[in-house]
Structure formats: C-alpha cells, structure tokens
C-alpha cells in the first residue's frame, strides 16, 4: 500500500511569489490534514479536509489555503509569501480524524523563501 | 503556558538505558498520538491511544486521562531511538467541525554507545 505523498519536496521561492504544495493520501483515506513546522514554532495545524470540505482551520492569515479534489489528493496554496513562511509543510492522511483517527504522514515538503 | 507541555527537551542515554518522556496537557481531549520523527523531517506515528497502555516491540505508552498526562517508554535503547518524539493531543471539535491536533514541543531523545 502507497504511503502519503507529497511534492515537491523541496523549492525556494522569493518574497511575494506564491506557492502550491501537493498532498497525495494513502488510498481510501479521506481526510488530509496539513500542518507547519518551523524551528521556533514547532508544529501546528493549518487545517483539515475531509470529503473535499475543510473542516477545521488552525490560527493562520488567509495567505494559506487549500482544496481537496473528488480522489482526496489535497492542495495547499501560499500566497504573497513572508520571509516566516519558509518552513517544512507537512500533510498527513487517516480515515478521519474526528475520534482520533491514526495519522500517517507524508515526508513533507520543505519551502525556502528567500 | 502552552496547553501541552513535553519533558525533557532533551535527553541523552546509553544504550541499554530505560527512557521515559513525559506529556502534559491542561484541555480536554478524545485521544493523544506519540510521533516519532527522525532527522530529514518525516514523521512516524507510534501510538494513538485514549485510554490505558498500548505496547509496540520495546516502546510502551500510558495515559492518565484524569491527571491529563501520559509516558512514553522506550526499554533497552538503542542508537536507532534517537529521534524527536513529539505529544500531540487530540481536541474535540464543535457541532459540525471535526477535531484538530495541538503538538507538544517534542523531545530530542540521543541514544549513544
């Protein structure tokens, strides 16, 4: 069984440029959930999707957003990028979360902003 | 004071050595994961649990729903733990949103020879 996918896995962006990250879950799940680590913050959640609906947002400007397609492959987008953006971005799959569904995530996708 | 809080930052042992990492948290949750995440940044899930003990090979984790605490314990370390070990509580979401996770800061585990 695929794992979470996640790409690109690396990029560098200059200030105000924006920037779409891609999420693939694991087959048959159909909550993706993202999330951002960064030396100083740690992780947070940015939000959830759950049958192409976000149900649930986490403490972030509208800069970030993101969609769930019909095959659950989510997407996040950045936009107008900030210096405090370069961060690893990571994404994690499970059947749901609501209850505390098992999380299975990707290797995450690493911005630079510059 | 963040709502879950992890001991030690940072812990270093021989080999062999019994490990316990301890999380804290002061909201009410349905369920806590332990996340294990080695250098390069990929993120491993070891435990969801919500009551009581679970055990995996040499890894052990307990919660205490009332005293809103829980362990995670490795016996006989090896060099192969070293890792960050993250806490990450599950927070029940409203009427019509679903739950979102709060990570604790995670502890960096070196296990040497």
């Known amino acids: 069984k695929a794992g979470v996918t996640q790409t690109p896995r690396y990029l560098i962006k200059t200030r105000g440029q924006q920037v779409t990250l891609s999420c693939s879950p694991i087959?048959?799940?159909?909550?993706v959930s993202w999330y951002q680590q960064t030396p100083g913050q740690g992780l947070q959640f940015l939000f959830e999707?759950?049958?192409?609906?976000?149900?649930n947002k986490g403490n972030f400007p509208g800069r970030f957003s993101g969609r769930q397609f019909s095959n659950s492959r989510s997407e996040m987008n950045v936009s107008t990028l900030e210096l405090g953006d370069s961060a690893l971005y990571l994404c994690?799959?499970?059947?749901?979360?609501?209850?505390?569904?098992?999380?299975?995530f990707g290797e995450g996708s690493r911005l630079t902003v510059l | 004071k963040n709502e879950v809080e992890q001991s030690p930052q940072n812990l270093t042992a021989q080999e062999g050595e019994f490990i316990t990492i301890n999380c804290s948290y002061s909201v009410g949750i349905s369920a806590l994961h332990w996340l294990q995440q080695h250098p390069g940044g990929g993120i491993v899930s070891l435990f969801m649990l919500s009551s009581g003990k679970k055990k995996h090979g040499r890894l052990i984790a307990t919660i205490n729903i009332q005293e809103k605490h829980s362990s995670l314990h490795i016996t006989a370390s090896h060099p192969r733990d070293s890792a960050v070990y993250i806490c990450a509580v599950v927070r029940p979401g409203g009427a019509g949103t679903a739950s979102k996770l709060t990570f604790g800061t995670g502890t960096r585990l070196q296990v040497t020879l």
């Open positions: 999707y759950f049958s192409e609906t976000q149900r």
């Open positions: 087959s048959g799940h159909r909550s």
């Open positions: 994690a799959s499970s059947l749901a979360v609501v209850r505390g569904g098992e999380l299975f």
